[in-house]
């Protein structure tokens, strides 16, 4: 990952620091703003919803279209929306979506499993394409959907919400511009009990896999973005099964220890069992952290020097933005929440589970 200068952390947010007070600044002052990237919704599970709802307050996108399987959702969704009938598809006529001019792009909020198919459909409808983390359950098809969209022209992104979060901003600034000196030691670890036995996230099939998968890729990102560099080695331990009846086919729960080039290590754990969501940075010549950290927020932090305080975002509605404001000015998107982001982030959960399956073995990280 890129080292990101002071001024590139305050176009990227949008948010800088003068004296002691928080400026709101456009950072593309010369742009039509009666234009909108017209969305459509692929899957309206809770996390769709929150997207909506995000979208919905945007200054440069819209909710225009829905992709389900439930009728009585693209119903209900078709009203609060104002959707029309000709934008609203299921997942057999979902091909169609090619030819329909009101639709600019195609935010993919799938089990995993099904990410890859649905975003190489939408780059062969010709349309630009987000996609929900993890990208997809192997490495190797997240090759095949960067490729996909290479070869139809259009542009892929990760719906890295954390990535335009201004506390996690400030993170990558205080981690990449050693602030405190080099980070050696980090902590990333979040957790939530999951207790619904037909949740598609228990299903191996579907998610790819537990914790890891959902909440553990946030860990990894964290820990890339406050180094700005990509782990070489990992060292990884399964945990107890408590509830083999829910957890037959995922993990319960898992920890891991990244290694980085620059000798820094981060130590974490994801689960299924437990409420845990925080992050520590400890340097050189200080330190720095979020409790709560990776969630929705709002986040609480803190440095050695004292605390940190910065305006709560709707993290759904800033990151549709600023993503489409990119596509609106024909501008390529910034290289930290593309799809090649996505794939290095599971070339490093297929390596934690690697060197659990191992019983712990050191694994590289290729």
């Keep these: 990952m890129k080292i990101i200068s002071r001024r590139k952390f305050i176009s990227y947010s949008g948010i800088g620091a003068a004296a002691t007070a928080l ?12 234009k909108k990237i017209n969305i459509a919704l692929v899957g309206l599970g809770r996390y769709a919803t929150y997207l909506a709802e995000g979208i919905d307050t945007a200054k440069y996108c819209r909710v225009a279209g829905i992709v389900t ?9 078709k009203k ?59 490495a190797t098809d997240c090759r095949e959907m960067i490729e996909a969209c290479k070869k139809a022209g259009v542009q892929l992104a990760m719906g890295y919400r954390l990535h335009y979060e201004p506390y996690h901003m400030e993170l990558m600034r205080l981690g990449q511009q050693k602030v405190f000196g080099n980070v050696k030691v980090m902590e990333a670890s979040l957790g939530y009990k999951s207790e619904d036995p037909k949740q598609w996230r228990h299903n191996k099939t579907l998610a790819g896999g537990g914790p890891l998968m959902n909440l553990g890729v946030y860990c990894v990102q964290v820990a890339r973005y406050v180094t ?30 990244l290694q980085f080039p620059g000798g820094a290590m981060c130590n974490s754990i994801t689960t299924y069992n437990s409420q845990i969501d925080r992050f520590y940075a400890g340097a050189e010549k200080g330190s720095f952290e979020l409790s709560p950290a990776i969630s929705y927020g709002p986040f609480i932090g803190k440095t050695s020097d004292g605390p940190l305080n910065f305006p709560a975002t709707n993290q759904q509605q800033v990151q549709c933005d600023e993503i489409c404001k990119k596509i609106l000015a024909k501008e390529s998107l910034p290289s930290h929440i593309t799809g090649e982001e996505g794939w290095k982030d599971m070339k490093v959960l297929e390596a934690i589970y690697a060197s659990a399956l191992s019983g712990g073995t050191k694994t590289q990280i290729n």
């Design 23 to 34: 400026q709101v600044q456009n950072s593309r002052p010369i742009m039509d703003q009666t």
């Design 69 to 77: 399987g439930t009728p009585s959702k693209a119903e209900t969704w």
């Design 80 to 138: 609060k929306y104002n959707i029309p009938g000709k934008n609203i598809y299921n997942y057999q006529n979902f091909d169609n979506i090619a030819s329909n001019k009101d639709i600019d792009l195609i935010y993919v909020v799938l089990p995993n499993a099904m990410h890859k198919e649905y975003v190489i459909r939408a780059a062969k409808a010709g349309k630009h394409v987000i996609v929900e983390k993890p990208m997809a359950i192997t």
């Design 228 to 257: 700005g560099e990509e782990p070489l080695t990992v060292t990884a331990q399964f945990g107890p099964v408590t509830r083999p009846d829910l957890f037959a086919e995922v993990e319960e729960s898992i920890t891991w220890q």
